[in-house]
Every structure is written in C-alpha cells, then in structure tokens.
C-alpha cells in the first residue's frame, strides 16, 4: 500500500480535531448550532495553520444530513459532530462537483478562475449548498476580484464562499469587509509537541519527547511543518525516532556542538572555539544555517533561564554579533570565514596591553622560495573562483618545503580547519604547478608572524594585492624578507 503523509493522515475530520484554533472551532460550532452562518468567510493567517482545512470542515458541514437535523431539532451541536462524517453528504463530500477548491497561487489562467467563479450562478447539482474554498486570495486577479466581490455584494442562493490568505492586507477593504473574518493563531510548541507525540502513539513509532520539542520548535507554529518534518524523520526512522534523528534527518546542527561553541567563547578559549567550529563546519552544514541555528540557541538559552534573574550581557554580546556576520556574509563569497572570524574574535580573551609575542622562527630552508612559489601560485589559480582559498594569502605562512613536503603554518585551529577542508584541491593543483605530487602538512602556531599581506593596512594591502596582478607576481614573501 503506498505510504499516506502524516499531513494527509493527519487532517482534522471534525472541528474539535482543529489543533490550536480552539477559538475558532467553539464559534464555528455556536454559529452551526444556531443557522447563523456567513455566505463569505475570510480565513488569515500563516501557512499550515488550519485555513483549509476549517473551510473544507464548514463546507462540509453546511452539507451534512445531521447537522441539518440537528438545526431544524433546535438541538446544540457539539464540535465533535460536525460535520458527522457518515452521511451521504459527507461520504461523497471530496468528489462532490458542488465543492470547487482552487489555489489562486497557481497558474491558473483568468478565463479560467471568471470560469469557475461563474458556475456560483448555477444552482447546485446535488448538495445544499455549494461552495468556493480559494486558496491565496489575495494573488487573484483584478478582474476576479471584481468577480467575487460581485458574487459577495448579492450572492446567488445557497452559496457560500471561504477564502484563505496569507496576507491580509493585500486583500481589497471592500471584500475584508464583506466576509466574516477568522483570524488562525500560530500554534504553541507546547501544542504541537503533544500532538506529535500522540500521533506517533497510534503510528507504533516511539518518538523521544526531545525529538518532539525540536519538531514543534522548528515548525513555528505550523502544523502542516510540523507533520512534513516529521514525516521525513519517519521515512528514515525504523521504529524510534531520536533527537540526534531529527537532527540527521533534517540537516540540522546539534544542540550540543552549538553549546560546545557558545561556552568556548563565554569561556574566552580560542583553541576549543576554533575546534568546536571546525566540528561545526564537519557536520556540513552552510555557514549561515549554522549561524541561524546559534541566534536561535542562544535565544532559547535566555527564554529558559529568564525566570533565574541572569544578566544576558555576554549573550545578547553574541547574537549581535553573529546576527552583524550573516549581514556580512550575504553574498560573500567567504561566508565560512566571516562566521570563523566573528567567533574567534568573541572568543578573544578580555585584556589589557601586553607585549606581541616574539615572532617564532621560521626555519630557512634551502627551497622555502619555490615552496612559496608554489603556494601563491596555488592561490592565485584556485582563489579566482574560490575567495576562501584566496584568503588564505592573508592567513597562511609557508614554513618549509623540502622534497616533496610543503608544510603551511597558521595562527589558529579555525583557519587551519578552513585549509584542511580544502586541502585535497590544494594538492591536486600543487601537483600541477610542482609537476609531481606534493604533500601538504599543517602547523598551527599561535606566534607565528603574520604573512606580509596581513600586516598592511587595508589601501595598502588592496594596492598589493592589486600589482601583484599587474606583474603576475607570484611571490609577494619577498618583500617580507
Ligand atoms: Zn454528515
């Protein structure tokens, strides 16, 4: 049998299914009860947040054998009942040709919608009422505004019309103020989490109430996520489903590596910053997916310990600074880098003026000129198209080539985790370059001196960098010496 998603599964059948819009759903059963029904409603609200699913329930309902029964008994329907869902009405509800459902987000054509929206003039094949559940209203046309605001302002008998936005106010004034407006809330984590758990129950799966906590908190108040996300993790889950499978699954980072990173740089240790970053980057994960992530720990770090009277100072220090680098990295072609860079600078111990450390030496070697010939020519081939090998002019110190052996040096874990990364390519073009295969070591140092590109000021270093291109010159080193 062919697998049915969890959001197909998953679709309230009666009102009181309707998760988190428990508002709405006590309104819509009062109105039910008493005939007090609207020909037009207007649904708002952020996606996967019951809009649909309310209009089809109603539409249904305004159908249904019982519900009508009820109505003429004068007996109060409770929101379980409606619709009942076992009728003729209600059976044959989804094939009904009395129900139109469009999305006004697609491609259909103008002729098209006028078309459908037409057909409200003739009178139902078979249902009580028949009705327009149109999705995204506020894409639709002019001309189909104009149409339904028509349909609106003097309906044809026995119809009734449900239209879904996402954007309020992009709907014209004259239809917002013709239609009943229910207004969707997002849905708290702390309903979704419940929900999913359950959920799993009747699916013999055993999700970890952690798994389920970070499925409600990604899905933002979003049903329809909610279910997708976990619906993906079922895919690839056997019979449990973990946190650390939410997290493979969804391509996502760990809470734990963003712990790791935040208390490395709370505790001002650079070393165990650039190691957590460089474990950060391991996952695979885009520079600014892992920044996103870190801006949302840190703020569910606050939220938890808000009631404890702690000074976030040092935390909101942080997603400032974070939040400032994703600017920086739109569009940059060294979004890892930046990311890098901004964590090892917080990470930087506080402190007052101390003496720059005495430049380790860098052992002459008889072929540390063609070792570095290599290298810049490296870069300047590579970092054409790849800014973060280009970079590396500014970051790398070339220690020593013998043979074979080219060792590079660098200040820190975290360049040198960037290097690594991209390593592999370095050789392949070194071997080019060298005309036989060259292996590359890497040293870190935290006194190494700087590379001379990275010891000019910004004018001057561009206007280096600048007649390094003019001159083709390949080795920039030389005036270090
Ligand atoms: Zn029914």
Redesign the pocket.
């Known amino acids: 049998m062919a697998y049915e998603a969890l959001y197909t599964r998953g679709r309230p059948k009666i009102l009181s299914h309707l998760i988190g819009q428990e508002h709405i759903s006590n309104a819509l059963a009062r109105a039910i009860s008493s005939g007090r029904l609207s020909h037009a409603y207007l649904l708002v609200g952020t996606r996967g947040t019951g809009k649909t699913s309310t209009a089809r329930l109603l539409s249904?309902?305004m159908?249904?054998?019982?519900?009508h029964e009820a109505q003429l008994a004068g007996r109060t329907l409770e929101r379980k009942e409606i619709?009942?869902?076992?009728?003729?009405?209600?059976?044959n509800f989804d094939s009904s040709p009395d129900n139109v459902e469009f999305d006004a987000a697609s491609n259909r054509s103008v002729e098209d919608v006028t078309r459908l929206l037409s057909t409200a003039y003739l009178a139902p094949l078979r249902a009580r009422v028949k009705t327009f559940i149109i999705d995204e209203v506020h894409m639709l046309s002019f001309e189909a505004v104009n149409s339904i605001l028509k349909l609106i302002e003097e309906p044809p008998p026995n119809v009734a019309f449900f239209l879904a936005t996402t954007e309020v106010n992009k709907v014209p004034m004259t239809i917002r103020s013709r239609c009943q407006v229910l207004n969707f809330r997002l849905i708290p984590q702390q309903t979704i989490a419940p929900y999913l758990l359950k959920l799993a129950g009747r699916l013999n799966v055993t999700l970890h109430e952690d798994a389920a906590k970070k499925i409600a908190r990604l899905a933002e108040g979003s049903m329809r996520d909610a279910l997708t996300y976990l619906d993906q993790c079922y895919a690839m889950a056997d019979t449990e489903i973990t946190l650390e499978n939410v997290n493979e699954t969804l391509g996502l980072i760990s809470d734990e590596s963003l712990d790791e990173i935040i208390s490395a740089v709370t505790a001002k240790d650079r070393a165990a910053c650039g190691r957590a970053v460089t474990k950060a980057f391991q996952s695979g994960l885009a520079a600014n997916s892992i920044a996103e992530a870190l801006i949302t720990r840190l703020r569910d770090i606050e939220f938890e310990q808000l009631d404890d009277g702690k000074n976030f100072a040092e935390l909101d220090k942080i997603i400032d600074a974070v939040r400032q680098a994703t600017l920086e990295m739109n569009g940059s072609g060294i979004p890892d880098i930046i990311l890098e860079m901004t964590l090892m600078k917080l990470a930087a111990p506080v402190q007052t003026f101390t003496a720059p450390p005495m430049p380790a030496q860098v052992l002459p070697s008889e072929n540390l000129d063609a070792g570095r010939k290599i290298f810049y020519d490296v870069i300047k081939f590579l970092g054409e198209e790849d800014s973060t090998l280009n970079f590396m002019l500014e970051k790398a110190v070339v220690m020593s080539f013998t043979g074979d052996a080219l060792t590079l040096g660098f200040k820190g874990e975290g360049v040198a985790g960037v290097f690594k990364r991209h390593q592999q390519r370095f050789e392949q073009a070194a071997e080019k370059f060298a005309g036989r295969a060259i292996k590359v070591s890497v040293v870190v140092d935290k006194n190494l001196p700087p590379p001379v590109l990275n010891q000019m000021t910004e004018p001057a270093r561009s206007n280096l960098v600048g007649a390094m291109k003019v001159f083709n010159a390949s080795d920039v080193t030389k005036i270090n010496d």
Do not use: I, L, S
């Open positions: 249904k309902a159908n249904c054998d019982r519900v619709p009942c869902n076992k009728c003729d009405a209600c059976r």
